[in-house]
């Protein structure tokens, strides 16, 4: 009883604080099945008789059907479940003792079947990917004897039935790839109140009463309805395009104003832009290097820009939407001393505005 006492305390009393939950929200089964411990059970004939009278079982199996509802986060960090139980328990006779007389060749089994309530709490550590969680269940439960004997006799062959109670540890393990799925590995202390057998008249006639507590270690899987992935990550955001440049300039060679390969590549360029950037005026303007007379590059720088123009109107730009100018040397890109042949002076800027 004291054992019985310590678990239920604790497993009601102890809630330690959590971060942040994995609650199950809404309608959820499962199924276990693993290992059962009956714990040594003294028995209490009536009549009485003197020694120790005494029953012990080899390890044996359980299993457990439930169906559930969780109500989510109930406070930040936890989450509150309460099921409904089915359980099955079964284990051999190992010794028996009455008297204070082991008895010769013991056999027979105890099986459990019950019918819980339960309520659990679940908590996060941070892991995030092992949830722990408590609980405790109140039931009903059907104990039989099935054959139990001992030194060539029939001992028992009954069944009671009475009030149930547990305590539950566990741990689950969400399952990544099945939204919803949980593996789940249990602790459970399962207990019932004092139990009252028939004794055969081979036995010795009368009643026995024995107590019947469980150490159950279990592992199975939970699933719980409606849940679904987590939405993909958003897609980047494509890149913004660059702005289309405003300002293109057209290179030639020295005392030429013919178009190169690429100086009609940077005039397509600047004639596709220009709707693009809502130009309402395109300025040609053409420059030379120092190399000649102020007079001579002056007319040269003309001839470079009417070329420019040309060919932006053979690309679609009205000439009246352009302003056509030349600079001669007045203004280098490059500043050099006279008669210096610096390519990058020999130029005509285009201007989008």
């Known amino acids: 009883m004291k054992l019985r006492t310590v678990l239920l305390a604790a497993t009601m009393g102890v809630l330690p604080a959590a971060v942040s939950a994995q609650p199950v929200d809404g309608l959820y089964i499962g199924l276990m099945g693993g290992y059962n411990i009956v714990q040594d059970a003294d028995l209490n004939f009536s009549p009485a008789r003197a020694g120790t009278n005494e029953v012990t079982f080899d390890g044996g199996w359980a299993v457990i059907g439930r169906i559930g509802w969780g109500f989510g986060q109930v406070v930040p960090g936890i989450g509150l479940r309460v099921e409904l139980e089915g359980n099955y328990r079964n284990n051999d006779v190992d010794r028996i003792t009455v008297g204070g007389t082991r008895l010769a060749s013991p056999g027979g089994r105890q099986e459990t079947y019950g019918a819980m309530i339960n309520a659990l709490v679940d908590f996060d550590l941070g892991l995030g990917f092992l949830y722990p969680y408590l609980g405790a269940g109140a039931g009903w439960a059907w104990t039989k004897w099935d054959g139990v004997r001992g030194g060539g006799v029939q001992l028992v062959d009954d069944d009671d039935n009475n009030f149930a109670f547990q305590g539950i540890a566990g ?30 008249a081979a036995g010795g006639g009368g009643s026995v009463k024995a107590d019947n507590y469980n150490h159950t270690f279990l592992i199975g899987l939970r699933y719980a309805f409606g849940v679904t992935p987590p939405p993909p990550p958003p897609a980047p955001a494509p890149a913004a395009a660059p702005a289309p440049a405003r300002t293109y300039l057209v290179f030639f060679d020295f005392d030429s104003s013919a178009l190169t390969d690429r100086a009609r590549e940077i005039i397509a360029e600047a004639a596709t832009n220009a709707p693009r950037v809502q130009s309402t005026r395109i ?3 053409g420059h030379t290097d120092t190399v000649g007379s102020a007079a001579y590059n002056q007319a040269l720088s003309v001839r470079r820009a009417n070329a420019v123009a040309a060919e932006l109107e053979r690309r679609g730009i009205p000439r009246s939407q352009m302003v056509i100018t030349g600079r001669g040397f007045s203004q280098p890109l490059v500043p050099t001393g006279p008669n210096v042949r610096e390519p990058q002076n020999r130029r005509v800027e285009i201007v989008l505005r």
């Open 283 to 285: 300025e040609v303007t």
């Open 171 to 200: 741990l689950s393990v969400p399952i990544a790839g099945v939204p919803g799925l949980a593996i789940n590995a249990e602790y459970r202390f399962f207990g019932t109140l004092e139990n009252r057998y028939s004794v055969t």
